[in-house]
Each structure stands twice: as structure tokens, then as C-alpha cells.
């Protein structure tokens, strides 16, 4: 399979063209990932722009990529939202890594009453920095067309009133319903997953009031690194994606 990369600034390229990598990302390629002169590879902008081409030269300051193929790949029709509550150590960081891999096609990072993390100040301009890179490396690494947009931390208030918009699943191990039971309505679905120590009380009082609906996985208590991604997987099958 061919290497891909993600240049923001490909998405007027044309075949016969010449896509030059810069920066970080010509490091990456030429150094990290050791491309050569005449190997096929794969570039996109991440908004759903996919080009396929030869190397032609490299360099650590830049690699020239000669344009063979385009096609643009179409946004899903119904979007996954991932709301994840921040969460101690990296297992916020391991949810959002795998959610992208897996399909997720935003992130949205919930400061939740019991989420040991905290996000504030500049602290909250650079945890979604780092969720930022987390998701490209993890596109990157996935072949990804779209690569997700990770929005600014979110308040519990302010995560209930995207129920307006989006059907809103939250993931909750004591309810009856299980999501694998899912009927999907075309809205776009924002699922959301709690911190370690779970969703407060009233916050799930405050989500089911704005219309959420509350899910289950199986019979086990997840972790919250995990249950995120395993919920994706679940809702990929029921709209058809896999």
C-alpha cells in the first residue's frame, strides 16, 4: 500500500501537476518514512481530496510528487461525532486516536464535572492542539479522505444543545437499551462518552432533557479510552460503512 500524506494546500492540484511537500511533512517523509525517487504515493488535502502520484525528488527541506490520478471522495451522509470527556494520563488521547482510525468524523472534547483533566486557559488552546495532531497522524496512518475537525473544549450546557441538531447517544453501562438495536434517522449522531469516573447524575439528567438517548454496549464496564471506539464500530455497521 502507498504511503499518504496531508497537504492542505493540494486541493486545486491537477493531473501532470507537481504537489511539493514542505516542513514538517517532507521531513516525515523523506526522513521518517524514507520515500524514494520513482515510488507511487498518496496525498490528500483531508477534505476529501485524494491524488495519486510518483516521486520525483527528494529532499529533508522538500519532496516534489508528479500528479497521476484524482478523484474527490464525498463527505458521509450521516456523521459521528465523538464527544469525549477529558480524562487523566493519555486515555482521552488513545479514544481520540482510535476513533479516527476507526471512522469518527469529529471530536469534540466535554469537559465533564468528573474529568480529572482540566482544560483551561491556554491549557485549552493547547490540549486541542494536540488532539489536532493526534487526529491527522492517526488519518494519516488510515488512508483518510476527511480528516475530523476537532472543535474547542465544550461545556456540559453547551454539549446539550447540539440535541437540537444531532441525535445524541450517551453511552451508559446501567440502561437497558443497547446500541447494537440502533435504527439509524439520517441526522448526524453525537455519541458521547464519559470520564473515568462516569457522567454525573444531573449531567445525564441534563442531556436526556435536551432529547439524548441513553445506550449500552454489552454486559462490561468499559474503559473510557475504549468505549468510544467500540461504540464506533457498532454504529459503522448499522449505516452501512462496513
Known amino acids: ?23 514538517a511533512e517532507a521531513k516525515h517523509a523523506s526522513v521518517v518514512r524514507r ?16 491524488l495519486e502520484g510518483a516521486v520525483e525528488d527528494v529532499s529533508a527541506a522538500q519532496v ?11 463527505a458521509p451522509g450521516t456523521r459521528i461525532l465523538l464527544a469525549q470527556a477529558l480524562a487523566k ?7 481520540v486516536q482510535a476513533a479516527c482510525e476507526l471512522g469518527v468524523d469529529g471530536i469534540i472534547p ?5 474529568s480529572v483533566s482540566r482544560w483551561e486557559g491556554a491549557k485549552a488552546f493547547k490540549g486541542r492542539e494536540r488532539w489536532a495532531s493526534i487526529v491527522r497522524e492517526a488519518a494519516k496512518q488510515a488512508h483518510r479522505s476527511w480528516v475530523p475537525e476537532v472543535t474547542e473544549v465544550q461545556s456540559t450546557a453547551q454539549l446539550a444543545g447540539r440535541a437540537a441538531q444531532a441525535r445524541m447517544l450517551v453511552l451508559d453501562p446501567w440502561t437497558e437499551t443497547r446500541l447494537s438495536g440502533i435504527r439509524p434517522d439520517g441526522r448526524d449522531i453525537v455519541l458521547v462518552v464519559g470520564p473515568e469516573g462516569g ?5 445525564l439528567e441534563r442531556l436526556e432533557g435536551s432529547g439524548a438517548e441513553r445506550m449500552r454496549l454489552g454486559e462490561t ?16 455497521v448499522a449505516l452501512g460503512r462496513w
Not at 64 to 74: F, L, P
Not at 231 to 236: D, F, K, P, Y
Open 35 to 50: 520515500v524514494r525517487v520513482g515510488e507511487t504515493v498518496t496525498l490528500g488535502d483531508g477534505r476529501g481530496i485524494w
Open 199 to 203: 457522567i454525573a447524575p444531573d449531567e
Open 89 to 95: 494520563g493519555d486515555r482521552d488521547e488513545l479514544a
Open 221 to 236: 464496564v468499559l474503559r473510557t479510552s475504549t468505549a468510544g471506539p467500540a461504540a464506533i464500530a457498532v454504529l459503522s
Open 1 to 23: 500500500m502507498a504511503l499518504h500524506f496531508i497537504v492542505p494546500d493540494c486541493t486545486e492540484a491537477a493531473i501532470g501537476e507537481v504537489v511539493v511537500l514542505t516542513g
Open 110 to 114: 466535554w469537559q465533564a464535572a468528573r
Open 64 to 74: 516534489k510528487v508528479r500528479i497521476a490520478a484524482r478523484r474527490m471522495q464525498e
